[in-house]
């Protein structure tokens, strides 16, 4: 039998050259981008005073299977990539399975996070179009590392729109963010005029990503055809990108003859298991191959699970264009729970449409069962996982554990989205105690689901 080494790496001449884009594959597309006051599509004339031009037309395109992925974001691509695929055999002995479990671990560039194959993508096209000024939001804040990163080596200027409570919790990302030349402000703040609403409602606000979108876009729009917003997350395009993950995690699983029965990943706008899934989905829908996707997700901002299939905006001051998805509605503020990335109320229409069709699963996952996982799997594979990751932890031990009972060798593939070395405040207060685990009751998601928008 093949020895399958700890960690695989494809040899520079392996790693994939194109872009994978699912929808091309989808017998039934992802609902458009509507107008919020025409309910029509979105034209590219309409949206790319938003967005950079190129990813608009990346945006609407359901139907190139294959986009080149340009050389000047490959080469920086090199400098951090191929990302390895891990061998798990330290937690399956642990785990005293008889399931084979590999990580794809995206952690090791300095956004500590998969972000960065979206935000190189992104700055490149920025600068491509003539922009000089990038405006952003972000939650964690590995996205606003991930393009400052990408900002800086592009030379152009970023603005980033930190959410308020996180910046509280992890203040040497601000510190990051700034050493690669970025501004950094906290949202909800007094620079923009929905910053300043939000403000006036609700004074001790800690924010939400909700917000933070809307004070980013409000600053690009405020300066002109220099600038254009930038977004980490749910959207097509970024999702395209992020298919690097997984296509480089099938070439690497096929050069050990192996192929997952079961994929998973966290999800929080749905980019790095969008991206991780892509070319297995598209094995599915091609009728060659059935593995089971699994998205996690955090019990307190339960989208997938609890959400309704709808069409909602993507921020709380209700100025982006309306995404047909699972939300539980742009007004919510999810609670404050440490999986900062993961506190979206929406999700990726991409990810929506396969969940809504039945072609992926959801779970969700209370917060301290995270935190044991992610503590076991720092044990005995030695990285110590994003929170946001320890979601898809959380749902591989279980697994793992189902394989022991039923005595079954699985193989299980998931996204190890991005390290937690700036996430000491979360695993403090899951070491003191303090954590609690929050779940929003039915009466709760129904006011919200009561502001959605009539479509
Ligand atoms: C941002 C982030 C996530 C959540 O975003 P997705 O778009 O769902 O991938 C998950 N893990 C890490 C490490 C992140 O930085």
């Given at each position: 039998m093949k020895r399958i080494p700890y960690k695989t790496y494809l040899p520079e001449e392996k790693l994939p050259q194109m872009w994978y884009n699912v929808r091309a594959d989808m017998s039934e597309q992802p609902d458009p981008m509507i107008?919020?006051?025409?309910?029509e599509p979105m034209t590219l004339e309409q949206i790319a005073p938003i967005f950079v031009e190129e990813l608009c037309r990346q945006e609407l395109d359901?139907?190139?299977r294959y986009i080149d992925i340009p050389g000047e974001v490959m080469d920086y691509y090199k400098t951090y990539r191929p990302s390895p695929l891990c061998r798990a055999y330290h937690l399956e002995k642990a785990l005293d399975t008889p399931a084979k479990i590999y990580y794809k671990f995206e952690g090791n560039n300095t956004s500590g996070s998969h972000k960065l194959n979206s935000a190189i993508a992104q700055a490149y096209y920025a600068k491509q179009q003539g922009l000089e000024f990038l405006s952003t939001e972000t939650g964690a804040g590995q996205w606003g590392t991930a393009l400052s990163m990408a900002c800086a080596f592009m030379g152009l200027d970023l603005r980033v729109y930190m959410v308020k409570g996180s910046m509280q919790q992890k203040p040497y990302r601000k510190t990051v963010m700034e050493t690669y030349g970025a501004g950094v402000i906290a949202s909800p703040?007094?620079?923009t005029q929905v910053g300043r609403k939000i403000l006036d409602e609700n004074p001790g606000t800690i924010g939400s990503l909700g917000c933070a979108i809307s004070e980013a876009i409000e600053a690009a729009m405020g300066k002109g055809d220099s600038c254009r917003y930038a977004l980490g997350s749910v959207l097509n395009h970024v999702l395209l990108h992020q298919s690097i993950v997984g296509l480089e995690a099938k070439a690497a699983m096929e050069m050990l003859e192996e192929y997952p029965d079961v994929v998973i990943g966290c999800a929080g706008g749905g980019s790095n298991l969008g991206g991780m899934m892509s070319p297995f989905i598209q094995d599915r829908l091609l009728g060659r191959r059935s593995p089971v996707f699994i998205a996690v997700e955090p019990s307190s901002c339960p989208s997938l699970t609890r959400g309704r299939y709808s069409y909602d905006f993507g921020d709380t001051g209700c100025t982006t264009p309306l995404l047909k998805m699972y939300t539980i509605g742009s007004c919510y503020i999810p609670h404050?729970?440490?999986a900062g990335g993961l506190r979206f109320h929406g999700m990726s229409p991409i990810l929506s449409k396969l969940r809504h069709n039945g072609i992926i699963e959801a779970r969700a996952v209370p917060q301290k069962s995270v935190f044991e996982a992610a503590a076991l799997f720092a044990k005995y594979e030695t990285i110590l996982p994003a929170p946001e990751s320890s979601h898809a932890i959380r749902v591989v031990i279980d697994e793992a554990l189902r394989c022991k009972e039923a005595s079954e060798a699985k193989t299980i593939l998931f996204s190890l989205?991005?390290?937690?070395?700036?996430?000491m405040t979360a695993y403090n207060s899951y070491l003191d105690g303090s954590m609690t685990d929050y779940i929003p009751t039915d009466e709760d998601l129904e006011a919200s689901f009561a502001t959605l928008p009539n479509v």
């Amino acid at each position: 039998m093949k020895r399958i080494p700890y960690k695989t790496y494809l040899p520079e001449e392996k790693l994939p050259q194109m872009w994978y884009n699912v929808r091309a594959d989808m017998s039934e597309q992802p609902d458009p981008m509507i107008h919020p006051g025409t309910h029509e599509p979105m034209t590219l004339e309409q949206i790319a005073p938003i967005f950079v031009e190129e990813l608009c037309r990346q945006e609407l395109d359901d139907t190139t299977r294959y986009i080149d992925i340009p050389g000047e974001v490959m080469d920086y691509y090199k400098t951090y990539r191929p990302s390895p695929l891990c061998r798990a055999y330290h937690l399956e002995k642990a785990l005293d399975t008889p399931a084979k479990i590999y990580y794809k671990f995206e952690g090791n560039n300095t956004s500590g996070s998969h972000k960065l194959n979206s935000a190189i993508a992104q700055a490149y096209y920025a600068k491509q179009q003539g922009l000089e000024f990038l405006s952003t939001e972000t939650g964690a804040g590995q996205w606003g590392t991930a393009l400052s990163m990408a900002c800086a080596f592009m030379g152009l200027d970023l603005r980033v729109y930190m959410v308020k409570g996180s910046m509280q919790q992890k203040p040497y990302r601000k510190t990051v963010m700034e050493t690669y030349g970025a501004g950094v402000i906290a949202s909800p703040s007094d620079t923009t005029q929905v910053g300043r609403k939000i403000l006036d409602e609700n004074p001790g606000t800690i924010g939400s990503l909700g917000c933070a979108i809307s004070e980013a876009i409000e600053a690009a729009m405020g300066k002109g055809d220099s600038c254009r917003y930038a977004l980490g997350s749910v959207l097509n395009h970024v999702l395209l990108h992020q298919s690097i993950v997984g296509l480089e995690a099938k070439a690497a699983m096929e050069m050990l003859e192996e192929y997952p029965d079961v994929v998973i990943g966290c999800a929080g706008g749905g980019s790095n298991l969008g991206g991780m899934m892509s070319p297995f989905i598209q094995d599915r829908l091609l009728g060659r191959r059935s593995p089971v996707f699994i998205a996690v997700e955090p019990s307190s901002c339960p989208s997938l699970t609890r959400g309704r299939y709808s069409y909602d905006f993507g921020d709380t001051g209700c100025t982006t264009p309306l995404l047909k998805m699972y939300t539980i509605g742009s007004c919510y503020i999810p609670h404050p729970n440490h999986a900062g990335g993961l506190r979206f109320h929406g999700m990726s229409p991409i990810l929506s449409k396969l969940r809504h069709n039945g072609i992926i699963e959801a779970r969700a996952v209370p917060q301290k069962s995270v935190f044991e996982a992610a503590a076991l799997f720092a044990k005995y594979e030695t990285i110590l996982p994003a929170p946001e990751s320890s979601h898809a932890i959380r749902v591989v031990i279980d697994e793992a554990l189902r394989c022991k009972e039923a005595s079954e060798a699985k193989t299980i593939l998931f996204s190890l989205s991005g390290t937690g070395y700036f996430d000491m405040t979360a695993y403090n207060s899951y070491l003191d105690g303090s954590m609690t685990d929050y779940i929003p009751t039915d009466e709760d998601l129904e006011a919200s689901f009561a502001t959605l928008p009539n479509v």
